[in-house]
């Protein structure tokens, strides 16, 4: 148990490292119990792929250097493309794993400490990946540094000495600054993280939540019948760890091979600052902070300054986010009884992808003070209602979703198409070309099925689930027989890619695919083995 | 593993340890193909001795047309300028002549630098009449650029036939390989290398020599690059005022 000094008791009584953890934890479903592995996962292929590139990084001609490794270096545009996806990949894990420690309810004691840390390691997570974004030094790069020093300077009274520090005080400085803070950050990470994950083999995991009555503090309680670490979580571990870097891999490989990618999900360096190329490109930062360039956009942060313009819309809510364990102390982990920290997480999750729609849309256009209020009230009321709604009536027992997973990714599935065909209604109004408008025509139609699919969840119309399926198994000569296909197609594979020459993007990208399909099949093979071994 | 029959245990172990030697394949393929990848990508390119980084540039009219001999004005009175290496490094284009405006071919010269006491060798005249010659822009004194630092051809009451900047006063001699004439600079102007092509007379850039362009680490560095995969600069002309 949790001791009152709880660094006494992590020094004094060290824990099992690593823990062994429940069935459930490894089998269908149980990646959601995974989110920050998979954060590390990710964590781990940019710390090497970026080892790779330090060795080819010139802080003096930063953009040079950069083009010429994803132009000239063999396989060099593959490791910078997916050095950025991976970064990409780690900031929307960070993410899940934030929110679903959130829903949950994971961040009640005894896990303040921890979810405290993991605000920070967010935090941090941007940092690192604002500094990276920026170390390119093409024309995005150089917007991105003027909005940073913005914000930076406009710090009271220390803000110009923080410009410099962060910046250096002449352009020759910059990108050596650059460097070295993309370098600091992420070590900074590597250590918290490692604190992060002590005190959640601490703190044990977080159980089921409906395995006892949910109360904090929910712990759990090692049972003799968990299995050991070895082999069967180091096997699980392993096979994670091919599916998170085969898709990093495989994702921007495949994105590189597809011409003219709109310039926020572009893998490539764009054009050099202060060419005619750089004059048509859109004022971007890259997406994970277009909803920060858009709330500097409004009336209020363009009166008060960029600074006071992140406290007020970026700090605010970092802050809630800090202080969530000791805003909501109530002992239960059930959402109907958190209902206010469940419709804050519901509404940061529209907040942030409608204003960065609304950033990719209008980069830079001023908001006038009525329209974003309307904004932040008309979200804020339209979600904060209709949670209650539900919730209350789920309390009161008048409504009753019968699989709640399921339902949650309906929803989820709701979101993401809204989302998506918000944008392309948005695109295809501002360019109307043909491929936009089909994509959200199918976009709209996917929109409709989940809507449907959440609706008869809500209505009980489809089959309520009844209890898991015990690890399906096939039979034995079906497992000799996909195995088989996975490892001959694997080395068909491996001899198609060793063929390829690096000589071109192309070429590379080609390399990049088939290396994400090694990865992907090497995550198939684990798989099936754990299947047929051990029946997970 | 409960639903395993004790009677299929002989097959099952059999299929065990061939799923688990796929499982090895499938990770031994993985090795291999971030190996293989990997290794490649980190051995650093070996730069050709000719090349070593300079882009090969044409040198072209703003119509985007290249530069013939006779686009060049023997003394030109006029300032003549191109980017080299990098977008933000502006240099002279000169064809020098004679006070009769005959070309005037020069020599590829011992240019001795003061402030190390080094030498190297300019590269000369290019062009039919050998008589093309290109340097740095900037003025190897404290940075000034054109106009205050401009050719006055051999015609000119002041400095005829030098390079001389109007801030401080420093002389180069463009017939000798941009040296110092007088100071208060330390170090002659760059030289840019320039090619004839005598076939099609046009001319390229392809490297330089001499000291570094003032202000930057290195000629390559601290300037906004060409876009990768540019094949040209611009000759641009501005009146000497």
Redesign the interface.
Known sequence: MPGKNMIEEIMNRPQPLPRVVPDYMRKRGGLWYWTGAMVMIAFLYEALTGI?LL?FY?P??A??ST??FV??????S??LTTHLYGAYAMIVLLYVHMLRSLFVGAYKRPREMQWLLGVLLLLLTIGVAYFGYSMVGDALAVNAEDVGKGIASGFPVIGWWLALVFFGSS??QLYTRFLGWHIILAGAILILFAVHFFLAEYNTIMPRVDSEHGKAPHIDREDPSYKPWYPYNLLYM?QLT?LVIGLIIIIPSIVALIPNVPVLFSPFPQ?????A?AASLPPYPPWFLLFIYKELDFSLAAAWGPFWGSVVFLGAPLLYLAALPWLDRGDSLKMVHRKNTVAFGIMGIFYLAWLSLWGAVEPGIPIPTWEWLAFFFAVGLGVYLPTHFVLTRIERGTLKIGSPGRFALSLGMLALTSFGSGFLIMASLATGSATSTISMILLLMSMAISLTVAVAYLRGVLPLQIGQPEGR?LR?KT??FI??V??FA??A??GV??AIT?NSIYNNSL?GV??GL??L??F???R??RS????E | ????DSS?EP??EG??T???F??A???A??S???L???V??????VQGSSSSGYPTLQLVLSSGSPVKTSDLVVNNPKIVLFNYPL??DPNFLLRLGDSSNRDVAIDPATVKIPETGKTFTSPGGVGPYRSVVASSAICEHLGCKPPQLRFHPPSDSSFPGKLHCDCHGSTYDPYRGFAVVTGPTHKPQPNIVLKYDSSADTYSVVSMVGPTIFGQ??N???G??????AKSTTVTIQEAA
Do not use: H
Request: hydrophobic fraction near 45%; aromatic fraction near 12%; charge should be positive.
């Open positions: 790779i060795l010139s003096a001609s953009y040079k083009t010429d132009a000239d270096i063999p396989f060099g593959v490791i352009p020759e392993l091919f054009a050099a600052p202060g060419t190329a198994r034995g497992y000799t195995g088989s996975y490892t694997g080395i594979i491996l890619m060793l690096p390399y088939g290396l090694l990865f099949i090497a198939g093979l684990l099936l083995y047929f071994a051990y029946g | 593993m409960s639903s395993r299929e097959e099952d299929r065990r061939f799923l688990k796929l499982g394949l499938g990770v393929a993985v291999v193909g971030v293989r990848g990997a490649q990508n980190i051995i650093p390119r977008l933000s680490p290195s390559l560095s601290g906004t690059p060409f876009p990768s995969g």
